[in-house]
């Protein structure tokens, strides 16, 4: 079964820092490109980091740039995502996602086509 | 940054209804990276639509995409009772940010 499960979440002090892990099974993980996506409680869905399957092309929201840092171990079929600098506004629902390549008429299109169950990060004094 | 702004932000619909959700964009989007997707309270995002008509695999074929441009559209033809739920487009561009739009709620009438 293609899989991904979350860790790490919980509660941490603004200003702290968190680790969250994300474990892949079930496909040939080194074979695609990974995001981070968060939700806030009662929002909508916030794109933060992309990483390329081969780590050579790393992306990352405003919102995150310079505190988050996306990494992955290919040889262990992990996504990770170090969260540092923490603030009120990063506490979230916290979901790696896939991103799908389906080849149609010669082209690729994308779309993210597997989720994790996602992990809660609550930033709070 | 490509901004995407679905209408209406709630729907209250019975079963059998048909449904149409609009994302128009900030700026025009490739349709290969247009994207929508289906989310249950307490659960993950599903992936329905990809180049934006495109059913994932698994899908019902009464959901359907259209749309180029700026202006997309989510259509489901007879709404059936696990249907209810929020619905995202998202648009994953040639250059970051890939950004959602702000959802639009399918409820129950």
């Known amino acids: 079964e293609v899989q991904l499960v979350e860790s790490g979440g919980g509660l941490v002090q603004p200003g702290g820092s968190l680790r969250l892990s994300c474990a892949a099974s079930?496909?040939?993980?080194?074979?695609?490109?990974m995001n981070w996506v968060r939700q806030a409680p009662g929002k909508g869905l916030e794109w933060i980091s992309y990483?390329?399957?081969?780590?050579?092309?790393?992306y990352y929201a405003d919102s995150v740039k310079g505190r988050f840092t996306i990494s992955r171990d290919n040889a262990k079929n992990s996504l990770y995502l170090e969260m540092n600098s923490l603030r009120d506004e990063d506490t979230a629902v916290y979901f790696c996602?896939?991103?799908?390549?389906?080849?149609?008429?010669?082209?690729?299109?994308?779309?993210?086509?597997?989720w994790g169950q996602g992990t809660t990060v609550t930033v709070s004094s | 940054e490509i901004v995407l702004s679905q209408s209406p932000g709630t729907l209250s619909l019975s079963p059998g209804e048909r449904v149409t959700l609009s994302c128009r964009a900030s700026?025009?989007?490739?349709?290969?990276?247009l994207a929508w997707y289906q989310q249950k309270p307490g659960q993950a995002p599903r992936l329905l639509i990809y180049?934006?008509?495109s059913r994932a695999p698994g899908i019902p074929d009464r959901f359907s995409g259209s749309g180029s441009g700026t202006d997309f559209t989510l259509t489901i033809s007879r709404l059936e009772p696990e249907d209810f739920a929020v619905y995202y487009c998202?648009?994953?561009?040639?250059?970051?940010?890939?950004?959602f739009g702000q959802g639009t709620k399918v409820e129950l009438k």
């Open positions: 996602a896939r991103r799908g390549e389906f080849l149609l008429r010669h082209q690729y299109y994308f779309g993210m086509d597997v």
């Open positions: 079930g496909f040939i993980f080194s074979n695609y490109v």
């Open positions: 990483i390329s399957s081969g780590t050579s092309t790393i």
């Open positions: 700026q025009s989007v490739s349709s290969n990276y």
């Open positions: 180049g934006a008509s």
């Open positions: 998202q648009q994953s561009g040639t250059s970051p940010p890939w950004t």
